[in-house]
């Protein structure tokens, strides 16, 4: 074995063994961030956003990493690197963010949400598995190559910012802003879930989403039903025609071109959803249903729920909606329509095709309105080959001792194809929380052993990275 050969095959051993070292007081790391109340979307709660984000710097700092804040147009934002492994090894960026949920109804905590408790192997907190404990695995990582080796074996970038429970508005500018400074081979996210308790998890994919909100005026105002029922076109009725008109009666969306460019699941994809063994009778149970929809003809609900587009109403308003009996045709009637969408669907050209379809389907006595809520984002998956998910199936088999699975997350995540878009880069999502930490829910936690795992599993990944 040569001396060069020595110096670039990066032993994780020492890094491993800080890091176990450092288990305690990294637990008390997340204590403190926990406390700080960083709920982004209340305006009374601006101070503790930005103190989370300057505790954050600190410990960014106290890694061993070179550290700045970045005032945005809302809540600041920190940058950290390492960046001098060498142009020959690669540049991986991290993301996360500390800011989070509200509360909601504090009788439903059994204790203060922003005072920590530890309970058995979990600590219990608002933001402990969403996104604080997941987002400091990244700098626990940092600081046990630069504290035991001197050195991190890759180039290393961390993005962390304090509005993702609000839509990251300034994310996208600030991302398009800085594309040379945040210029990477690809970006790390730990923001997900473990398929099961101890059961490691790469999420390879989220759908897009397009929201659409449909608005109908009839008669000028509410009309006496006994006096012009039948007489008048009902915006109620006529509304739920429609909405019964974008889909067939094999469960398949009617927009035109809905299917068209629609990637169809891999028969791997399909053996991935299959092995997850959630069965149809558990799904429903859990649910409450005593059976679930028969979907799109030819495919699962777990595939529904993941790997095929889909169209559902989110809400409906129309007419009297009071006590007792009130006789009226209404003036109005309104629906909220989401989208769900696969890759191949372009979000844009679905919106689009949708005002088409909609407008085919309304009555002409009726006037119509569409709004188009947020933008149409595109679903973003993996490519299989990535060398860095490669790399983090590897790290996560090591550090839980079990192969990782992958999941396709049927949920929405705007910021991957963002920057996949504007960096270049593929998004690699490993995520540590358990599917029971109840995130943006009450008594939101993380189990600690898992953090832990996770933690090593950073470690070994910045370790295969620079191999
Ligand atoms: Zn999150």
């Not at 961030?33 to 101070?47: D, Q, Y």
């Not at 372009?346 to 947020?374: N, W, Y």
């Not at 595109?378 to 090591?398: G, I, K, S």
Request: proline share 6%; charged share 20%.
């Amino acid at each position: 074995m040569t001396t060069i050969h020595t110096r670039r095959e990066q032993t994780v051993d020492k890094p491993i063994a800080y890091l176990r070292d450092q288990n305690s007081s990294h637990l008390d790391w997340l204590i403190e961030l926990c406390r700080i109340p960083s709920v982004s979307t209340k305006s009374e709660h601006a101070g503790d956003v930005r103190r989370s984000v300057e505790w954050t710097l600190e410990k960014c700092r106290a890694a061993g990493l070179q550290a700045e804040i970045h005032e945005t147009g809302g809540h600041p934002l920190v940058y950290a690197e390492w960046c001098q492994a060498g142009p020959d090894k690669p540049t991986y960026l991290a993301y996360g963010h500390v800011d989070v949920q509200p509360t909601g109804d504090l009788s439903l905590w059994d204790a203060d949400p922003f005072e920590p408790t530890v309970r058995d192997e979990w600590l219990v907190a608002r933001g402990a598995a969403d996104d604080k404990g997941q987002v400091l695995l990244y700098i626990r990582a940092a600081q046990a190559w630069l504290q035991s080796e001197g050195r991190l074996p890759i180039n290393l970038k961390l993005l962390i910012e304090a509005e993702e429970e609000i839509g990251s508005p300034n994310l996208e500018p600030f991302i398009r802003k800085h594309a040379d400074l945040l210029a990477c081979d690809g970006v790390l996210i730990s923001d997900t879930g473990l398929a099961r308790d101890g059961q490691p998890a790469i999420t390879r994919g989220t759908r897009g989403m397009v929201y659409k909100e449909v608005f109908l005026k009839g008669p000028s105002h509410d009309l006496h039903s006994g006096q012009f029922g039948g007489a008048v076109v009902n915006p109620a009725t006529a509304l739920a025609e429609m909405i019964a008109g974008l889909h067939d009666a094999d469960g398949r969306v009617t927009i035109p071109g809905f299917y068209e460019a629609a990637d169809v699941p891999t028969q791997q994809d399909r053996e991935q959803i299959a092995a997850l063994g959630i069965t149809d009778a558990d799904l429903a149970a859990n649910v409450g249903m005593k059976q679930l929809a028969e979907g799109e003809g030819g495919y699962t609900p777990h595939e529904m729920r993941s790997v095929r587009p889909v169209l559902d109403v989110n809400g409906i308003t129309a007419g009297f909606q009071g006590e007792g009996a009130n006789t009226i045709i209404p003036a109005r009637a309104s629906a909220k329509i989401s989208m769900r969408l696969v890759p191949g669907q372009d979000g844009p050209a679905m919106s689009a095709a949708f005002d088409e379809r909609i407008r085919q389907l309304c009555p002409p006595q009726l006037e119509m309105k569409i709004e188009t809520h947020g933008s149409a984002a595109n679903a973003y998956v993996t490519p299989a080959d990535h060398p860095a998910l490669l790399a983090a199936t590897e790290a996560l088999q090591a550090a839980f001792d079990q192969q990782p699975v992958y999941l396709r997350e049927g949920g929405s995540l705007p910021i991957l194809a963002m920057f996949r878009e504007v960096l270049k880069a593929e998004c690699i999502l490993l995520g540590f929380a358990s599917p029971t930490c109840n995130a943006h829910g009450p008594n939101e936690r993380v189990r600690l052993p898992d953090l832990d795992r996770g933690a090593e599993t950073v470690t070994r990944l910045l370790g295969l990275l620079g191999n």
